[in-house]
């Protein structure tokens, strides 16, 4: 069991109505989203991974939305195709160099390929599941922190 206590004065307080997305209610008041800065070891490991990698690939998606152009200067300090989510199809152009398009049942042949052919994958505002476009995971053909 649980008690919460809310002052009177907070109870007279004017709120606005709670934001729905995805099927969930956003209700708690002023919150913000919070800013997350990882590990400087982290970052320092995941900058060798991608700079030793000689096919490198990135799979953008919703979260990638409004960092469109942060991607792009990744994509060419890595030399790496961009290939896109269907939630983060509209992060990028597809008549960008180095864009493939979507990926997925919907996707295009040159993401098909670029996911096949990569040796270092860079995942960015996506949690897609890859388990069946990326037999490279399974064959330890990529390499990375998480499996």
């Given at each position: 069991?649980?008690?919460?206590?809310?002052?009177?004065?907070?109870?007279?307080e004017?709120?606005?109505?709670?934001?729905?997305?995805?099927?969930?209610v956003?209700?708690?008041?002023?919150?913000?989203?919070?800013r997350?800065?990882p590990?400087?070891?982290?970052?320092?490991?995941?900058?060798?991974?991608?700079?030793?990698?000689?096919?490198?690939?990135?799979?953008?998606?919703?979260?990638?939305?409004?960092?469109?152009?942060?991607?792009?200067?990744?994509?060419?300090?890595?030399?790496?195709?961009?290939?896109?989510?269907?939630?983060?199809?509209?992060?990028?152009?597809?008549?960008?160099?180095?864009?493939?398009?979507s990926?997925?049942?919907?996707?295009?042949?040159?993401?098909?390929?670029?996911?096949?052919?990569?040796?270092?994958?860079?995942?960015?505002?996506?949690?897609?599941?890859?388990?069946?476009?990326?037999?490279?995971?399974?064959?330890?053909?990529?390499?990375?922190?998480?499996?």
């Open positions: 069991m649980t008690c919460v206590i809310v002052p009177k004065d907070l109870q007279e004017p709120v606005a109505p709670p934001m729905e997305a995805h099927d969930t956003h209700s708690s008041a002023g919150w913000s989203s919070p997350v800065v590990y400087e070891p982290d970052l320092q490991r995941a900058a060798d991974l991608l700079n030793e990698g000689k096919k490198v690939a990135m799979l953008i998606g919703a979260g990638a939305l409004r960092a469109s152009d942060e991607v792009l200067q990744v994509a060419d300090t890595l030399g790496a195709g961009v290939a896109k989510a269907l939630l983060g199809k509209a992060a990028l152009p597809d008549d960008l160099p180095g864009v493939t398009g990926i997925g049942l919907l996707g295009t042949k040159p993401s098909w390929e670029l996911m096949k052919e990569c040796d270092t994958l860079l995942m960015v505002g996506s949690s897609l599941a890859l388990a069946l476009l990326l037999g490279g995971l399974r064959h330890g053909v990529l390499r990375g922190g998480r499996r």
